[in-house]
């Protein structure tokens, strides 16, 4: 029952009453017959279609069954406040034009379903539909079982402990959970990328580590690796044995005992990049022989293993899910047939919580739903995404925490969305995934993510998990800060999207061939701005790094605008694999070993617009868009043409304005094809900046059109950039051996990239 709007106070204090009256054991029938006319009676006025006014419901994590909604009888979840919404729009009590607002009271609210929401709880742009926390932040939604810490018991199976190292045999401990948990427990499968599984164990809200080896705190950064493959797994098509025409589980040589230990029978995964390193996948052990020391897996990988040019190095893996394995502080492992779950707790914590992700669906799932608000919520603890929006519009999360799940934070689908002032981390794979909008007609989507601060993501995916997805046409990204993930943080393709004044930092951390901004192959993914954004500190940046990219437009991918971004320390700052009609403008470059590349791969590879590779099909792409009409001719002129414009070069692409201060391999890479070019490109009014005019170690150009050098000294350094960044007073050009040379070069509004301070982030994270 709908007991207050907030012009009625009077009349809210007599409902008010009126429930005390009807509650209460001491009175009359008489008495509480007339209470709950005047109840009824004031609901009636209150819904009455000329009020409009703004309906509040109460929510109580300690509410005792029964509740009608009021302050005094709160309902105990947010599905009996949903399900009461439905209700009175049902019956008419409630009008199209009341907004309602759903205040929910600090505690935890675990759900073993999703909350759904459907068109039928929707609200309008005048009166939309609120679940907010009355203290942001301290209602929980949870997907997990909260595990009493004294259900942890000292191992004592003798067949377990002996499994487990003498070391830890008495610090490990084990809770029984065939009563707290009697659903099924599923089973992994042979292979997979991604999120493993569930459940998945945390502890003090933070994941712990499945047991694994090596360690986390193992040398090279806790990898094992190997360098001989036995049998790459890959079809040989001309092979004279049937078997080997077709994928199959590779195999490779590992010098090392470690695999005797492990019991195989109940499952060994590895985690590796058997052949890139930008896919990762994780396969179970098929059959291990001490006697050679080879490992074979259980399932084929895509790209084989040590396969073709990039598979030569040396190849890197762990393995997880070992009992045997469980040997250092924070890791768990569960015996799912017999419902086990073991933990070795750290030696001087005391755990305030410790929480099993249990839930197989999303938090929240909405469908077709409009106008509704979310606010000041947590949602964590599940073994799927957190929230998934599907053909909504104007759906806002705002001020929200997500943390905590196996898959991705936020999936969005749909027209007008906003995601603001969240704060999402503990990620298995992506941070938000946002796509909408229609490409054949260029319709924008206008969903917005801003203000949210995304890090610690990618934890189980580790490759083209980003933390901000980007998909369709028309979606913008903007004052974002990206952090501490394995790959990429903003990965893009579509139209028409504005990325801008976004802070990243410390990804790319784990893989190679990568970027933090990263889009691919597709002559179609045009009109996209990637603007004021400060890329910094990747996993790659330093000089003896190349492959680690602060913008990277990959494989022939044409028609977006880089400017005025900064970059530091960003591996090799912007690449173009071979695109067209890219403008490079008015950006800072500083401390990178390449400051920018352009090549024409084009002109030579072989896959090149061949159907016959992986999404090598541009002109088949752009043929779907009908790229040859309007509105794709009008906004795209040059692709409109593209099929009889020398297609195969990497034509119209404009560097105009750029500084680059210190880049110690390279200012310009550009392949021998694009040399051949330079006088069909647009490169002008370029700096190559050497601030000290070191004799080593500092590149400069030659040969190059459009790029002038400066050299200061040691007495007399040039004026920009340095190791201390933070005032941004960088992003001006002040010395006059800069401003001279360039003048036009604009100001980058560096005070305006980043997080900033508004009604839901009232401060702003310690970097």
């Known amino acids: 029952m709908f007991l207050a709007t907030r012009k009625f106070s009077k009349k809210s204090s007599y409902l008010f009453a009126a ?27 209150l819904f009455s279609p000329a009020q409009g006014w703004a309906i509040d419901l109460h929510v109580a994590a300690n509410a005792q069954p029964g509740g009608n909604g009021s302050q005094a009888k709160p309902f105990k979840s947010l599905t009996e406040a949903r399900d009461r919404i439905r209700a009175a729009r049902k019956s008419g009590q409630l009008k199209p034009d009341q907004a309602v607002n759903v205040l929910v009271g600090p505690g935890t609210y675990r759900i073993e379903h999703s909350f759904k929401l459907t068109a039928e709880d929707s609200g309008s742009a005048a009166a939309p539909v609120v679940y907010r926390a009355i203290q942001p932040g301290t209602a929980l939604i949870s997907g997990g079982l909260t595990i009493p810490s004294d259900s942890f018991v000292a191992v004592s199976d003798p067949e377990i402990r002996e499994r487990l190292d003498e070391s830890v045999r008495d610090k490990v401990r084990v809770a029984d959970l065939t009563s707290m948990f009697p659903k099924e427990i599923s089973q992994w499968k042979t292979s997979f990328r991604g999120t493993p599984g569930g459940p998945w164990l945390y502890v003090d809200e933070q994941p712990m580590t499945l047991a694994r080896w090596p360690n986390l705190d193992a040398e090279n950064e806790g990898w094992a690796d190997f360098s001989k493959a036995i049998d790459s797994g890959l079809a040989d098509p001309d092979s004279e044995d049937p078997a080997r025409r077709k994928a199959r589980p590779g195999a490779f040589e590992f010098r090392d005992p470690r695999p005797t230990r ?10 590796g990049f058997w052949t890139h390193d930008w896919s990762d996948e994780v396969i179970r052990i098929g059959a291990y022989d001490a006697e050679k020391q080879v490992i074979r897996l259980a399932a084929p990988h895509n790209y084989g293993i040590m396969a073709g040019t990039w598979g030569g190095s040396k190849r890197r893996f762990f393995a997880f899910n070992v009992l045997e394995e469980l040997d250092a502080p924070g890791e768990w492992y569960l015996d799912r047939k017999g419902r086990q779950l073991y933990y070795y707790p750290a030696e001087t914590a005391s755990s305030s919580s410790i929480v099993l992700a249990t839930l197989p669906q999303s938090l929240v799932r909405m469908e077709n739903a409009h106008h509704i608000k979310i606010e000041g919520l947590r949602f964590e603890y599940g073994i799927a995404d957190g929230i998934s929006l599907k053909e909504t519009t104007a759906v806002e999360f705002a001020g929200c925490t997500v943390a905590n799940v196996s898959r991705g934070g936020i999936s969005i689908n749909g027209t007008e969305n906003t995601i603001r002032s969240c704060d999402l981390y503990n990620l298995g794979t992506a941070g938000i995934s946002v796509r909408g909008g229609d490409r054949k007609t260029l319709t924008p989507a206008k969903n917005l993510v801003v203000n949210s601060h995304i890090h610690d993501y990618g934890k189980f995916q580790r490759s083209y998990a980003a933390g901000i997805s980007v998909k369709g046409c028309g979606q913008i990204v903007r004052n974002n800060l990206i952090h501490d993930a394995p790959h990429n943080a903003i990965l893009y393709g579509g139209n028409e999207h504005l990325m801008e004044r976004n802070e990243i930092y410390r990804v790319v951390m784990e893989t190679g061939d990568s970027g933090a901004f990263y889009t691919g192959r597709d002559w179609t993914s045009q009109g996209n701005v990637l603007r004021h954004n400060y890329i910094h500190d990747l996993g790659g940046g330093d000089s003896k790094h190349v492959n680690t990219m602060g913008v990277y437009l990959d494989d ?11 970059f ?34 084009g002109m030579t590879w072989k896959q090149w617009n061949n159907p016959k590779y992986a999404g090598w099909n541009l002109e088949e792409k752009a043929e779907a868009m009908n790229y040859r009409n309007p509105p794709w001719s009008d906004r795209y002129p040059s692709l409109a043409v593209i099929m009889d414009d020398s297609p195969r070069q990497p034509l119209h692409n ?24 330079l006088d069909k490109l647009d490169i002008a009014d370029n700096l190559a900046v050497n601030t000290t005019g070191a004799a080593k170690g500092i590149a400069s150009t030659k040969d190059i059109q459009g790029f002038t050098n400066i050299a200061g000294s040691t007495e007399n350094p040039v004026q920009v950039g340095g190791s201390e960044l933070s005032d941004g007073s960088f992003t001006r050009l002040k010395d006059a051996r800069l401003t001279e040379a360039l003048s036009s070069f604009e100001e980058i509004p560096f005070d305006k990239i980043g997080l900033f301070q508004d009604n839901y982030r009232h401060t702003l994270p310690v970097k």
């Open 19 to 45: 429930s005390l009256l009807v509650d209460c054991p001491f009175v009359g029938d008489t008495t509480r017959r007339w209470a709950l006319g005047l109840m009824f009676g004031w609901v009636a006025l």
């Open 568 to 601: 530091v320390r960003a591996g090799r700052a912007i690449m173009i694999g071979g695109g067209r009609d890219n403008r490079v403008v008015n950006n800072l470059v500083i401390d990178c070993p390449i400051g920018l590349h352009l090549d024409s791969r």
């Open 556 to 566: 022939c991918d044409s028609g977006d605008t880089i400017e005025g971004n900064v």
């Open 262 to 271: 492990w019991n195989l029978d109940e499952g060994v995964w590895l985690l």
């Open 654 to 677: 404009a560097i105009l304005r750029n500084v680059f201060v210190d880049c110690s391999k390279q200012v310009g890479s550009f392949s021998g094809g694009v040399m051949k070019l």
